[in-house]
């Protein structure tokens, strides 16, 4: 923010000039984000888990509990087969040899699965290739 003075009024007594009028100009200019330096939460939380096991247990456990509570109000989905396990979309992802994304579309039932995944979904899950079949119909 600048502040310039406008005008001046000489003073009654002998101690000068006053400023009476002044014009105040506030930057328009936002502050710039630099691209590129921030980190992503995958990152963080690999991070976090690698320098304490008890975070990486807190997490896992954590979504155990979720799990809980997704049965109760939805019955058996795969999101609640894998929380039950205690593993994010990634972990399933590396468990399947596949990409995360590709985990997030099968839960929200925006992908037709072949068998093969079924089957890789199943075992890494601990679940039967029907119990796969059943909790991908539930989110229809």
Known sequence: MTMTPLAYRPT???????????????????PMLKRGEGKSISSLIAKRKASSPEAATSL????????????????????????RKGLSQKELADLMDTQQSYIARIEKNATELRSKTILKLARALDITCDEVIEAVESNE
């Open 60 to 83: 896992a456990n954590a979504r155990k509990k979720l799990a809980g509570t997704l049965e109760e109000n939805q019955g058996q989905s795969l999101k609640a087969y894998r929380l």
């Open 12 to 30: 009654n007594n002998q101690e000068g000039w006053i400023i009476v009028g002044v014009q105040v100009r506030q930057s328009t200019r936002k």
